[in-house]
């Protein structure tokens, strides 16, 4: 069966650092697009980051420079480091696996065609 199994999420101050770990199984993620979206309450799911299959990043704006995803193929792994943390970041966290032709979509793609986690929740205090 495939699955995806988020980590690390939890409560921070503003200003910290939390790191994300998504563990992929029953598929061969290391040929995917891998991503991490969020949701917060009574907001609609964003793209927070991808990584694409040779490794190349994109990171949404608001997120940029604070933000950053990896991958480990070796452990079918894949991170997000989150630093200086705001509070607008409170959300939860979801880790989504799909073909490299829907890499670059928008929610309403990956909704469709990818894999999910069951997400894990970020909580920044201020």
């Known amino acids: 069966d495939v699955q995806l199994v988020e980590s690390g999420g939890g409560s921070v101050q503003a200003g910290g650092s939390l790191r994300l770990s998504c563990v992929a199984s029953?598929?061969?993620?290391?040929?995917?697009?891998m991503a991490w979206f969020r949701q917060a309450p009574g907001k609609e799911r964003e793209k927070v980051a991808r990584i694409e299959n040779d490794g190349r990043t994109w990171h949404d704006d608001s997120v940029k420079g604070r933000f950053t995803i990896s991958r480990d193929n070796a452990k079918n792994t894949q991170h997000l480091q989150m630093n200086s943390l705001k509070p607008e970041d409170s959300a939860t966290y979801y880790c989504?696996?799909?073909?490299?032709?829907?890499?670059?979509?928008?929610?309403?793609?990956?909704?469709?065609?990818?894999?999910w986690g069951l997400g894990t929740q970020v909580t920044v205090s201020t």
């Open positions: 989504a696996a799909a073909q490299m032709t829907f890499c670059s979509g928008g929610y309403s793609f990956w909704r469709v065609h990818a894999y």
């Open positions: 029953g598929f061969t993620s290391s040929t995917y697009c």
